[in-house]
């Protein structure tokens, strides 16, 4: 029997040698201090990401700067910068991510932290292959059988990774939501230490609709008729969607991560799941929310949602089940072959693949299904100067998420260009023409130039 084989058995037999889940879960209570110092130098843990990060253990695990030596960290979309994310620390800590938020472009500038190239549903197998051995997270309180729930952002450590861990630390917090999710509980029985430390979750707001997302939004909702189940992501488009989505019918939702916006088109009763032909019964079936407050407390125990874990709602397969699915996803740039780069600009990695891959296979399996990729058409430099983000080549280095080969229908504020099974001179033509029409000409000599036109 292996040491950590040992540990569980011996976890799991302290579990049974309580009278109830509440004396052990007193017996487990610790003080953030007390779990940071389980931590030794070359350990590597498993941090989740987004709310579900643990502060108060955080903000303790930094404090053992200098004492521990050499331990990854591997957390994403991370919502706070604590001490042992900067520079100053990097001799005791390390971080790697799967995906990239603007705490993580901070780090990456610092040298502090790498990425780690990896569709978002294969989180899991990186799990696997990295050998973490520590499993963190924040957890709602125990329910009357004494299982926590995970919470907003468990859809990204895998029970797997929990159950080989050396130890399991949780941080109980009041403010989390508790979702519908089966695989998201944890009993306090599958824990080493508990931590009750009690504070605000972070909330993102309502993002600002821009002139051209409404614009887009308005061709988009035009391609999504009655009875589709709709991929939707977070911010201004997905939100201008939803909201131009109101008159359909019939609708229902399987998304990498779940929205405000999809409260008010559940509560309209456009979002009914009747016509859902994978997960029957649910409204919404995704692998994480975020929000704000009003949109958590919505999701607290609501039965028109369930979360799943990521390698479930990303696995194309799944995915494919979806009859009539409408993918949507955002670009950051465009080449007149119908690359398509949505993660990198040159060598500065700005966010990461995510499902944006994987949902386009999925639409590919999908009885009727559709893939949707929107850019703004234009950008403003550093020094304020219009730029096209439909160009006839990527700056170097710049990473290509979506092979051509993949790409259907491509959405600006000035038009839909379908490029499916199109040729390179049909391709470059559709998308010069919903370029802006300021650098249209310019396109076209570019494109006469490489003989594509």
């Not at 780069?341 to 399996?365: D, L, M, N, P, R």
């Not at 919903?434 to 249209?440: G, K, M, S, T």
Request: net charge negative; proline share 4%.
């Amino acid at each position: 029997m292996s040491a950590t084989e040992v540990l569980l058995h011996k976890r799991r037999s302290i579990g049974k040698a309580f009278s109830s889940w509440r004396d052990e879960y007193n017996a487990k209570l610790c003080s953030a201090d007390e779990a940071a110092a389980l931590i030794k130098s070359n350990d590597r843990i498993a941090m989740s990401g987004g709310t579900s990060v643990p502060y108060e253990f955080s903000r303790a695990l930094s404090k053992r700067a200098g004492q521990i030596q050499n331990v990854g960290i591997s957390m994403g979309y991370a919502m706070a910068l604590f001490d042992y994310m900067k520079p100053e620390n990097h001799e005791s800590f390390y971080l790697e991510t799967v995906f990239v938020g603007p705490m993580e472009r901070i780090c990456m500038e610092w040298g502090v932290c790498q990425y780690v190239p990896v569709h978002l549903g294969n989180t899991p197998d990186y799990a696997r292959a990295s050998n973490l051995n520590i499993s963190v997270a924040r957890v709602t309180p125990p329910d009357e059988n004494g299982f926590m729930c995970r919470s907003n952002f468990a859809s990204f450590l895998d029970p797997d990774t929990i159950s080989k861990s050396d130890y399991v630390i949780v941080e109980v917090n009041r403010h989390m939501p508790r979702l519908v999710a089966p695989e998201f509980k944890i009993h306090v029985s599958e824990v080493d230490r508990i931590i009750e430390h009690d504070e605000p979750i972070f909330e993102i707001p309502n993002i600002p609709i821009s002139d051209a997302e409404k614009v887009m939004a308005d061709y988009i909702a035009d391609m999504i008729p009655d009875g589709s189940c709709v991929q939707l992501g977070f911010g201004g488009l997905p939100n201008a969607i939803g909201y131009n989505l109101k008159n359909k019918k019939d609708l229902s939702i399987y998304s990498e991560v779940a929205t405000p916006a999809m409260q008010d088109l559940i509560d309209s009763g456009v979002v009914n799941g009747a016509n859902r032909s994978f997960m029957e019964g649910r409204k919404v079936v995704a692998g994480f929310c975020v929000g704000t407050r009003e949109f958590y407390d919505y999701v607290e125990n609501n039965k028109d949602f369930e979360f799943k874990l990521i390698g479930f709602i990303n696995n194309p397969l799944n995915i494919g089940k979806n009859d009539n699915l409408v993918a949507i996803n955002n670009a950051l740039m465009l080449d007149l072959t119908g690359q398509v780069a949505s993660e990198s600009i040159g060598v500065k990695q700005y966010s990461g693949t995510g499902g944006q891959v994987q949902f386009i296979w999925g639409t590919k399996f999908a009885k009727n299904g559709k893939n949707i990729l929107a850019i703004n058409s234009t950008y403003k430099d550093s020094e304020g100067n219009l730029k096209s983000k439909i160009m006839p080549s990527f700056p170097e280095n710049t990473v290509v998420t979506t092979s051509r080969n993949d790409v259907e229908y491509i959405v600006t504020e000035f038009g839909v260009a379908y490029l499916k099974y199109k040729s390179i001179l049909e391709r470059a033509k559709a998308l010069i023409g919903i370029a802006h029409p300021d650098f249209r000409d310019e396109l076209t000599f570019e494109a006469k130039k490489r003989k594509w036109i």
